[in-house]
């Protein structure tokens, strides 16, 4: 016999949406264990099964973590869970890889913007702690892993959790589209004499707490390696065309 409650939904969907209506309301936060799927079965008038393929699910997306003889807790891991789904939309969508770099920008950019407000002396401190030691002679691969910590640490220092997120997302698809793309762009001495004046340029600016200077000083190193970007995409597609 149909459970009324279900009011013409799947299973699956008025499962699903008992777990969100628990999220988002409060009912069940971080770390906290969630009920027996017997318990769930029970209250919701539904199959075990149906409990066991939304906890799966769930699981899968991050959000929750099933753990052997323990039980099943909340959890906020999404992030291996949002590149598939991504990149499967880029694919479908045909969004070239450009795109994916403009909006990590404009992330940044934003983060730039409070970080002017929001940056500790800590966080400036580090800063200037990488830019120091990117000032010491370094393969252009030890270089780049340190131009990651300082963006990171940029990005991070606008104490903003969505930006942090995405913007290391965005970094994430990047590298997967592009192996080593901060090394590449950073063999150039010319451009990495630039790159470091631009990154001194930020740093300076957050310093003072200068937002129009912080903006250009961003804005000299968003039109570098967006050149640089724009040659290796154009590179990657001449060689397809030739495969």
Known sequence: ?????????????????????????????????????????????????????VMHMLEITGLIECLQGSGNYVRCNPMEYM??????????????????????????????????ETATQEELEEMRQILEKMDQPMSSRESAKLDLEFHHTLVKSSHNRMLILYNSMLDNLLDQFIENFRTKILTNKMRAELLRRSHWGIYHALLEGNLAEAMKAFDRHFRIVEAQLDKIIQKNSERGKKE
């Not at 149909?2 to 799947?10: I, S, V």
């Not at 991504?86 to 913007?113: C, K, P, S, T």
């Open 1 to 53: 016999m149909d459970n009324p409650r279900l009011n013409g939904k799947k299973t699956y969907e008025y499962v699903f949406e008992y777990f969100s209506e628990q999220i988002l309301s409060g009912k069940l936060q971080l770390n906290d264990k969630i009920p027996t799927e017997r318990e769930i079965a029970e209250q919701l008038g539904v199959s075990r099964n149906s409990i066991r393929e």
């Open 83 to 116: 590149l598939k789904s991504v990149n499967m939309v880029m694919a479908l969508l045909d969004i070239d890889y450009a795109e994916i770099f403009h909006i990590r920008i404009g992330y940044e950019y934003a983060a730039v913007r409070l970080a002017v």
